[in-house]
């Protein structure tokens, strides 16, 4: 799903529905959703959502595509989000391709964090084929 | 908020000993940090996952624990206790102690237990020790007892799986 289509159901009202990925959960191939999803499991593979959240303890490999992500846990791989928050105690590798991002003191970034404009994301269609 | 969490932090440790009412009236500040934290690991029951109708899932999806699934997978599911909702959709086989389906499931069920309530749709065949269907369910498929074979095995593998990775 493109993105612009997520930025639209995101705009029409939040969908209140939360999906929980739990503890003991394990999740491989692509998870699409219109509202949040907090990942506390493991996933392997493409999250795409208005909203992501990385608990603290969850592992995400692969890319996640959202308009707000919010890590806590263990992720590597890419990241295009308009936002982005790495929490306390997160362990990102890889890339963050963001607008605005907030990193707080305790986060372990090994990678690259590129800057993108806002129209950027709205238009991000296919994700570019790049390699870190 | 890192900047609140921050001057907090000094401010703390001469307060504590003091009463903490005075001090919680005194700090408007304090308590902002304190909804911070529960954003990020704010969930009914850590262990339960729950696949919501907005959400849709391709691919294969292991749980040692209860899963409920309200919206769309599109492959396999293992869980513990397995609850599909009413108007979830799943296209593959889903394997569990308990598996309760109120929505539709296009592939296979292998269980202990299953229930299929009024409003489940089920094509495919059903492997089980115990079922129990309500008047008003659609099955087109086998209902299969199977004693031994199947039981337990699906729900530890993952468990193995998760620990290890």
């Known amino acids: 799903m493109p993105l612009s289509s997520l930025a639209r159901t995101a705009r029409a009202g939040n969908v209140d529905d939360v999906s929980h990925l739990g503890l003991a959960l394990k999740v491989t191939g692509l998870v699409e959703c219109e509202g949040e999803v907090h990942v506390r499991g493991i996933v392997r593979g493409r999250i795409n959502a208005a909203r992501v959240v990385v608990s603290a303890g969850a592992f995400v490999e692969g890319d996640i595509v959202a308009r707000e992500v919010r890590v806590a846990g263990r992720f590597d791989g890419r990241i295009f989000a308009l936002n982005v928050i790495v929490d306390e105690g997160a362990a990102v590798t890889g890339r963050i391709f963001h607008n605005q991002i907030s990193v707080e003191r305790g986060a372990r970034i090994d990678g690259r964090t590129p800057w993108r404009p806002p129209n950027y994301f709205e238009s991000l269609d296919q994700l570019p084929e790049t390699m870190p | ?165």
């Not at chain 2, 799943?90 to 539709?104: H, I």
């Open chain 2, 1 to 165: 908020m890192t900047m609140f969490s921050r001057s907090d932090k000094p401010a703390e440790p001469a307060a504590s000993p003091q009463p903490p009412r005075p001090q919680a009236a005194a700090q408007p500040l304090a308590p902002a940090p304190a909804p911070a934290r529960p954003q990020a690991s704010s969930s009914p029951v850590a262990g339960v996952s729950v696949i919501s109708k907005a959400l849709k899932i391709t691919g294969q999806l292991e749980s040692t624990e209860d899963i409920r699934i309200d919206g769309e997978v599109d492959g396999d599911v293992r869980g513990l206790s397995v609850t599909i909702g009413q108007g979830a959709k799943v296209k593959g086989t889903v394997y569990g102690d308990a598996v309760e389906v109120a929505g539709a499931i296009d592939g296979r069920i292998e269980a202990k237990k299953v229930v299929l309530t009024a409003t489940a749709h089920m094509e495919g065949d059903v492997v089980h020790q115990d079922i129990r269907i309500e008047s008003g369910a659609y099955i087109d498929g086998h209902c299969k007892p199977e004693y031994g074979k199947t039981v337990a095995k699906p729900a530890n593998k993952p468990a193995e799986n998760v620990k290890a990775s």
